[in-house]
């Protein structure tokens, strides 16, 4: 069964361009370690909550807009031996000032999936 890596944060509006560029980049390098598909959303209807909320979660500041994004691999096993595969890859940036957005507010995760319709 397919494998899912999610992933949430909060980027500063002006960085849309750069944002999508850095995206791109890292696109061939996830499908070159097993990675099926590579989707990055960019915030449009995003409601603040009263308890909780996406804006919330990742501090969403008043210059800031959310995006979501996933990565659909074949299975658990192939995303962790890619993944691995990643992070060694030379292509991969490795300096997280080097990222349009505020690594440390970066919610992640990975995700069994249950139904993919």
């Known amino acids: 069964m397919a494998y899912v890596d999610g992933f949430v944060a909060a980027v500063p509006t002006d960085n849309k361009d750069e944002y999508l560029k850095f995206a791109k980049m890292t696109v061939p390098i996830f499908k070159r370690h097993g990675a099926l598909k590579v989707v990055e ?9 009263e308890v909780t909320s996406f804006p919330m979660a990742v501090k969403r500041e008043p210059n800031e807009t959310v995006v979501f ?11 962790n031996e890619g993944m691995k595969k ?3 890859d030379p292509d991969m940036p490795g300096d997280v000032s080097s990222m349009p957005f505020d690594g440390k507010r ?3 995760g990975g995700f069994e999936m249950l139904l993919d319709e």
């Open 86 to 88: 990643v992070m060694e």
């Open 106 to 108: 970066l919610i992640y």
């Open 69 to 79: 994004s996933w990565i659909v691999w074949p299975s658990k096993e192939v995303r």
């Open 41 to 49: 959303t960019w915030g449009d209807d995003v409601p603040d909550g």
